[in-house]
């Protein structure tokens, strides 16, 4: 993935929007669950019961590096992600079919996953002369989110995000179903942030990731508390659930908070937590997300 991130929102931050890792190990555990071939229906008949993966720096003149590489028994397939259109990218990966054919002497199939914000507008092949080259090339947009209803891998599951539908009501009730059932809070933790970067691919993401916030917060108050009290008082734990969505972000990404922060952000009513929800995912500095 040689672009650009399309929004550089949080740098210098605990949270970074990586998108190049999270997408590279979301796809990791989909060809290792085998639910790449939902994702990808050129993959359907790949026989990918025995696989291992290739180096990404390959032996070339000059610096060369794939996104993702696996040889199997019947040959290579490559992987290429994309943030942003290229026009270009039939000569990068008809250089890479040339590189990757001469190291390892087997088929390669090339596979572009475009995976940006604005509309897929780049070509798949490239014809001169004698010469006609041609990849897949998939706009991850055009899936349908029933693809990943069957899907049981978390990290692979989250891929949803990047459809066209996004989170469903019913999505996010399954994602955070699933969410509970890990026990470390660190492994959430690294869920949630893949979520966000996944999320801020996307024009809707921050509205996105905030609805998910929302409604897993607020299940996680209904457990922590007794749930007379919580009837009672429904108001009451929206907004807890609200604030302790928010410091976790907040934590995340600026690292611990100080008393006064903390009591701020519990003292305060849904519509500021709310507001604040939006602006973290901007906010270069704590005063930024307050203000």
Not at 63 to 86: M, P, R, V, Y
């Amino acid at each position: 993935m040689n672009d650009k991130n399309p929004d550089d929102l949080i740098s210098g931050t605990k949270i970074k929007f990586d998108y190049d890792n999270v997408v590279k190990q979301c796809f990791k555990e989909a060809i290792k669950t085998g639910d790449i071939k939902k994702i990808c229906r050129e993959l359907k008949d790949a026989d990918l019961s025995d696989f291992e993966y290739i180096e990404q720096r390959l032996n070339y003149p000059q610096k060369l590096e794939i996104d993702l590489g696996i040889k199997t028994k019947s040959g290579i397939i490559h992987f290429e992600f994309q943030a942003s259109n290229d026009a270009n990218m039939p000569y990068r990966m008809l250089l890479y079919f040339i590189v990757l054919t001469n190291i390892y002497q087997l088929p390669v199939k090339q596979i572009v996953i475009y995976i940006g914000k604005d509309k897929m507008n780049m070509p798949d092949s490239y014809t001169r002369d004698n010469i006609h080259f041609k990849f897949s090339l998939i706009d991850f947009s055009s899936l349908n989110i029933e693809t990943f209803a069957e899907v049981s891998n978390l990290k692979v599951k989250i891929l949803q995000i990047l459809t066209k539908q996004g989170l469903t009501e019913n999505s996010i009730g399954s994602l955070i179903k699933q969410l509970e059932q890990i026990n470390s809070k660190a492994k959430q933790k690294k869920i949630v942030e893949f979520m966000a970067t996944l999320a801020n691919l996307r024009n809707n993401g921050i509205i996105l990731i905030k609805r998910f916030f929302e409604v897993f917060m607020s299940k996680t108050i209904v457990h922590l508390e007794d749930l007379d009290s919580f009837n009672r008082g429904q108001a009451k734990g929206e907004a807890m659930g609200l604030a302790k969505g928010l410091i976790n972000l907040i934590e995340a990404k600026f690292g611990k908070q100080d008393k006064l922060v903390i009591q701020k952000i519990n003292q305060a009513n849904s519509a500021d937590l709310n507001r604040w929800l939006v602006n973290v995912l901007n906010a270069k500095s704590i005063d930024d997300v307050m203000d």
